[in-house]
């Protein structure tokens, strides 16, 4: 079964959205930086089936993390969640789907569902 992998910084948004994928019966590893969630990808090869990241990260920005993704990983669903308006053109051409948080739980599923299911 594939797992998705979830990238923040903030230690409350990993924990609150790994419990909702367990609720939904969908494992999650959790990242807090741009070089830690590449090294999950590089280490967990084939078993990652999307990355749901936040766009405001130390170091590397959201953005930059799917730029580099998108080099091994051009297919791999990526969803960026981020309470900061007017990011989208930071992802033009990354084909990443950007949300507003707070994105409501059962929302937030589908979504994954869908990612998981392509």
């Not at 079964?1 to 994928?21: F, K, Y």
């Not at 766009?55 to 920005?61: A, D, F, I, K, Q």
């Not at 080099?71 to 309470?83: F, M």
């Amino acid at each position: 079964m594939l797992q998705v992998l979830l990238v923040d910084d903030d230690a409350n948004q990993l924990r609150v959205r790994q419990m909702i994928l367990r609720t939904a019966g969908i494992a999650a590893t959790l990242a807090s930086t741009a070089d830690e969630a590449l090294r999950h990808l590089r280490a967990l090869r084939g078993s990652i089936g999307a990355v749901v990241t936040d766009h405001n990260l130390p170091e590397r920005s959201g953005a930059e993390l799917v730029r580099e993704l998108r080099r091994t990983e051009p297919s791999l669903p990526v969803l960026v969640l981020s309470g900061m308006p007017g990011i989208d053109p930071e992802y033009e051409g990354l084909a990443a789907v950007i949300r507003v948080k707070p994105l409501p739980a059962g929302q937030f599923i589908e979504l994954i569902r869908q990612f998981l299911e392509a």
